[in-house]
């Protein structure tokens, strides 16, 4: 994929021409004397004084205050950066609320690189937004044909203090940002899991033991009356009984199946397999085990694939082969089936990605028309803490 169009990494190069690129570096030069004056008041005025007030009650509020409108200034200079520079920084993380009282909430504030860096931004952008704006409008009127390689230069100065004072700080600060992306899909995820299975109990196990509870009740009136009645509704009480067993064993096996706690990804997948309507073959070579998160996510990422070629693939065989490859579980299911699986096809792919993802995992299809279809999907390895089953 090439990069988006006006990218500061991909610009044409300055010619003796006004293209518009060229404009828009001019318009964000001469916009820089307003925008430098507003920033360097701000942070004198607001931040200097919460300073100076730090000896004083409101001082250590009204600085947090200020660094937090400093944050506001530096994402209003990203938008300015791409819109005119097309300079693509990612967003800085945001900082968490108040859930661990306020002291350490204001502490998380005072100590903010994302908006101290903002600061120093602001600060030293007064004499700079000064320099680009005159040198602009002399060169506008003075220097016209050589303008777009003076804009040039001076506007890769500006991306490069973006980058350097506007971006992230580091790969932590980026790495929390999507963590922070992840943790809504992983609890979406939860919610349906549990909106899955209370469904299933209320509709299953749940009406079957009422029925059975009234069948029982009714059986006990009888039982003196009418004792063969009472008998037949006795045993088909029992009969219930053991459906209802079935259908809570079966919900069980959802959520963690004990074969997979007790023996392991190879006897849990080979179970799955033997559920499926084509055969598969299974093949599961690891000397030790992953932590219990990571064999689950495993297990039910092919537990699902499974049963997407049971219902969709038209497949007359199929395989899965787990194993690991240093740092990383990986897994692949093939079938030899119609193919056309994709992630946005509603069979549950889409899910899956975002599952493995939000655990810094990956979830590749490669299924052409046709077939056959293989999925390769890899986990982090995590080693199973001591006493974890």
């Known amino acids: 994929m090439g990069a988006p169009e006006g990218d500061g990494d991909r610009l044409p190069p300055a010619r003796f021409a006004y293209d518009r690129h060229t404009w828009k570096e001019i318009a964000h ?22 300073f100076w007030l730090t000896v004083t009650v409101v001082g250590f509020p009204l600085l947090a205050a200020g660094l937090t409108g400093a944050r506001l200034l530096g994402r209003m200079e990203r938008a300015r950066a791409r819109k005119l520079l097309g300079v693509r920084v990612d967003e800085p993380s945001r900082l968490p609320g108040r859930g661990a009282g ?36 002399t060169s506008l009127f003075v220097l016209w044909p050589v303008l777009p390689f003076i804009a040039r230069g001076l506007a890769n100065a500006d991306r490069a203090m973006v980058r350097g004072l506007l971006s992230p700080s580091d790969e932590l600060e980026r790495r929390i940002a999507e963590l922070e992306s992840d943790r809504g899909v992983v609890v979406d995820t939860a919610n349906a899991d ?28 009888k039982l003196l009356e009418d004792p063969d009645t009472a008998a037949e509704m006795v045993a088909e009480a029992h009969g219930e009984v053991k459906l209802a067993l079935q259908e809570l064993r079966d919900l069980a096996r959802g959520i963690h ?29 690891l000397a030790s085990r992953p932590a219990a998160a990571i064999e689950g996510i495993a297990y039910f990422t092919v537990s699902e694939l499974l049963q997407n070629v049971s219902k969709h693939s038209a497949a007359k065989t199929a395989s899965v082969e787990v194993w690991r490859a240093t740092d990383r579980l990986l ?35 490669d299924s052409p028309q046709g077939g056959p279809t293989v999925v390769t999907a890899e986990l982090p390895w995590r080693d199973r803490a001591p006493g974890e089953r």
């Open 29 to 50: 030069l001469l916009a820089n004397l307003p925008v430098s004056l507003i920033g360097f008041i701000y942070v004198v005025t607001v931040l200097f004084t919460g």
């Open 102 to 137: 306020f002291l350490p909430w204001l502490w998380m504030r005072v100590k903010d690189p994302v908006g101290w860096r903002t600061v120093l931004y602001d600060f030293i952008r007064l004499p700079w937004g000064i320099l680009t704006f005159v040198i602009t409008l």
């Open 194 to 221: 549990l909106r899955r299975i209370e469904r299933d109990l209320h509709d299953g196990a749940q009406a079957r033991l009422v029925n059975l509870a009234m069948g029982l009740g009714l059986a006990k009136e």
């Open 257 to 285: 199946p004990a074969v997979l706690t007790d023996r392991g990804l190879d006897a849990a997948l080979s179970s799955v397999a033997s559920r499926c309507t084509v055969p598969v073959k299974v093949t599961v070579d």
């Open 331 to 365: 897994i692949q299911v093939e079938d030899d089936g119609r193919g056309g699986a994709r992630l946005d096809g509603g069979s549950g792919m889409q899910g899956l990605a975002d599952r493995l993802d939000a655990v810094d995992g990956l979830f590749v299809i």
